[in-house]
């Protein structure tokens, strides 16, 4: 599956942003759904993962109550509504697709581009 992700931007501390990526392939409600992002110096991390169905999902502990990751199967779409945001949340974020449910980016095997989002004091 090929993934294109978009909405990124620069945004005052306390606003929102969502975030969408794009999937093309087949059989897109097989796989997990996962947003990562890379802040500069710091390593990738987990943002929130979505399963195939779009009942299960998991938030970075950090993260939760804040970023709502949601789909669109019939669209094959997955986003990533991110409100109450922090400069600490500057950084680029990836989405990705796994064909096993994880909060880890290892079974996660294909790979957007990345967005940016700057979050300004």
């Known amino acids: 599956v090929q993934l294109q992700a978009s909405g990124g931007g620069l945004v005052q501390a306390g606003g929102s942003l969502r975030l969408s990526c794009a999937a093309s392939?087949?059989?897109?409600?097989?796989?997990?759904m996962g947003w990562f992002r890379q802040a500069p110096g710091k390593e990738r991390e987990f943002v929130a993962v979505i399963g195939g169905s779009g009942i299960k999902t998991n938030y970075a502990a950090s993260l939760k109550g804040r970023f709502t990751i949601f789909r669109d199967n019939a669209k094959n779409t997955v986003s990533l509504q991110m409100n109450s945001l922090k400069p600490e949340d500057t950084a680029v974020y990836y989405c990705?697709?796994?064909?096993?449910?994880?909060?880890?980016?290892?079974?996660?095997?294909?790979w957007g581009q990345g967005t940016q989002v700057t979050v300004s004091s």
């Open positions: 392939g087949r059989a897109f409600s097989s796989y997990a």
């Open positions: 990705a697709a796994s064909p096993v449910y994880a909060v880890l980016a290892g079974p996660f095997g294909s």
